[in-house]
């Protein structure tokens, strides 16, 4: 079946540090895949996705490149801030129409100190 | 727009109860998902529901059910409720469910099952 699996943390740093959190997964096909990220006590919100290789997603300084290669979906930023506090989901959707199913990694834990 | 809502936000219950919960999708959205999530086994597919059909279903027992409505909006049941249910239960709204849409997330329902 589908999986993902993410660096579960947690992660600390300081502003303005470079973040980097792991994401590789397993899918037949070529699947869809996301970052999503959750702030305290809300629902998870979008912050990019790629919907195929070599495909790069970008919003607010996040970016990560769809690697067919190597089955990856890292998640990075070069100036983290305070407000970059959250816990952040890496996600797959099959290939294949319209059997809509997330599957989710265990999520990370990211905190940045001012 | 207004986003997809989620009542209510909070609910308490006895084991063997059951309860209902509430999503209204973005508005022109057909397709609405539930996950439920939990700090042991993290986020998990229930089910989607597409004009009123069950199209996927993920690995939960049969207290879990839900339905569609014509408006779109959904609702989830868990009937005899058990102490493993306490999680917090989303509801995300796609335009078609096609695999590579965004699905916007609620709030989230907050069960705590005693």
């Known amino acids: 079946g589908n999986s993902v699996t993410q660096m579960e943390g947690p992660v600390t740093l300081s502003e303005e540090a470079f973040l980097t959190i792991n994401c590789t997964y397993t899918a037949t096909g070529y699947p869809s895949l996301f970052w999503y990220v959750q702030y305290p006590g809300e629902g998870l919100q979008l912050l990019l996705k790629a919907t195929k290789a070599d495909d790069k997603g970008s919003n607010k300084g996040f970016e990560a490149t769809y690697r067919k290669e190597t089955t990856s979906f890292h998640l990075e930023k070069g100036s983290v801030q305070v407000s970059d506090s959250a816990v952040y989901f890496c996600a797959l959707s099959p290939s294949g129409g319209s059997n809509y199913k997330l599957t989710f990694g265990k999520g990370t834990l990211l905190t940045v100190n001012p | 727009k207004a986003g997809v809502t989620q009542t209510p936000r909070y609910l308490i219950k006895t084991r063997g109860q059951q309860v209902t919960l509430s999503c209204s999708p973005i508005s022109g959205h057909r397709s609405v998902s539930w996950y439920q999530q939990t700090p042991g086994q993290g986020l998990q597919f229930l089910f989607e529901y597409f004009s009123e059909t069950q199209r996927n279903k993920g690995n939960f027992p049969g207290r879990f059910s839900g339905r569609q409505f014509s408006n779109s909006r959904s609702e989830m049941n868990v009937s005899t409720l058990e102490l493993g249910d306490s999680a917090l239960y989303l509801c995300?709204?796609?335009?078609?469910?096609?695999?590579?849409?965004?699905?916007?997330f609620g709030p989230g329902t907050r069960l705590l099952v005693l």
């Open positions: 995300a709204s796609s335009p078609s469910g096609d695999s590579a849409e965004t699905q916007y």
